[in-house]
């Protein structure tokens, strides 16, 4: 399948391997979302697939991923465990638990429109 982020199609991902430059550090940038259509609801509601990754391999376990949201909602229900808005802007990925190196989780949500989706803020294990 593949997914958009930011207006181009993605394959495939990268992983980002550690090394002495990089080892032990980690960020937000380390986190990535995508997100592209799916089949549509059989009322005719667009859904979308999310994707959210951890694209370091080793030495970067990353929690509390808060991501940009807006005024996220669906009409299909998501596991709060996975996805869910706390605030105006301000969605929490996997309950706070942590993605691993190399982790993936994904979720899909209905709505008229796709929201953009972009990682606010994280906390390094």
Same mark, same amino acid.
């Given at each position: ?27 937000? *940038?380390?986190? !990535?979302?995508?997100? /592209?259509?799916?089949? %549509?609801?059989? @009322?005719?509601?667009?859904? #979308? ?40 802007? *301000?969605?929490? !990925?996997?309950?706070? /638990?942590?993605?691993? %190196?190399?982790? @993936?989780?994904?979720?899909? #949500? ?16």
């Amino acid at each position: 399948m593949a997914l958009s982020k930011e207006n181009s199609t993605v394959f495939a991902r990268k992983l980002l391997l550690a090394s002495p430059d990089n080892e032990g550090r980690c960020s937000k *940038d380390n986190i !990535v979302i995508f997100q /592209g259509p799916s089949i %549509p609801l059989l @009322s005719g509601i667009p859904t #979308y697939t999310v994707q959210v990754l951890n694209v370091c391999v080793a030495g970067c376990s990353i929690s509390n991923i808060h991501v940009h949201c807006g005024w996220f909602s669906s009409t299909r229900l998501i596991n709060p465990k996975l996805f869910k808005r706390i605030a105006f802007d *301000d969605c929490l !990925v996997n309950n706070g /638990g942590a993605l691993g %190196p190399g982790d @993936s989780l994904s979720f899909e #949500y209905a709505n008229s429109f796709p929201y953009p989706l972009s990682v606010s803020s994280v906390s390094c294990i």
